[in-house]
């Protein structure tokens, strides 16, 4: 791994770790932004790791799409759904959204960040 892709992946375990706490503090749609963060600097680094330039977006299955163009188990992020944690890129930041998130919500947003870090870090 390349010294700028680990730089990508520390970051990307210390938002997941970040999630984490704010899910068992109750602060559930920012456990939900955290868990998106991550999942966005992991497949970046992947992009970077393989000499891929990466877009400046929030948007999960772009960037899940990209992968998949070097390398077609990328699929699997699509089984699991990772694409839906791109809503938590802004509408949990904003108020004028007024998006309210569950626990059960929060949760699941994590356990996906955790499969994609998972994925990532094996491939």
Do not use: G
Request: proline share 2%; hydrophobic share 35%; charged share 35%.
């Amino acid at each position: 791994m390349k010294e700028s892709t680990r730089k990508w992946v520390e970051k990307a375990i210390k938002d997941l770790k970040i999630a984490e706490n704010l899910c068992n503090q109750r602060y559930y749609e920012y456990a939900c932004y955290f868990s998106q963060q991550s999942v966005e600097k992991l497949l970046k680094a992947f992009l970077i790791d393989n000499n891929r330039p990466y877009p400046r977006t929030h948007d999960i299955r772009e960037l899940i799409k990209l992968c998949t163009k070097i390398d077609e188990s990328f699929k699997y992020l699509f089984e699991i759904e990772a694409d839906k944690l791109t809503i938590y890129a802004t509408e949990t930041r904003y108020p004028e959204y007024e998006f309210e998130v569950s626990e059960e919500e929060a949760k699941e947003a994590i356990e996906i960040a955790e499969k994609v870090k998972d994925f990532v870090l094996k491939t």
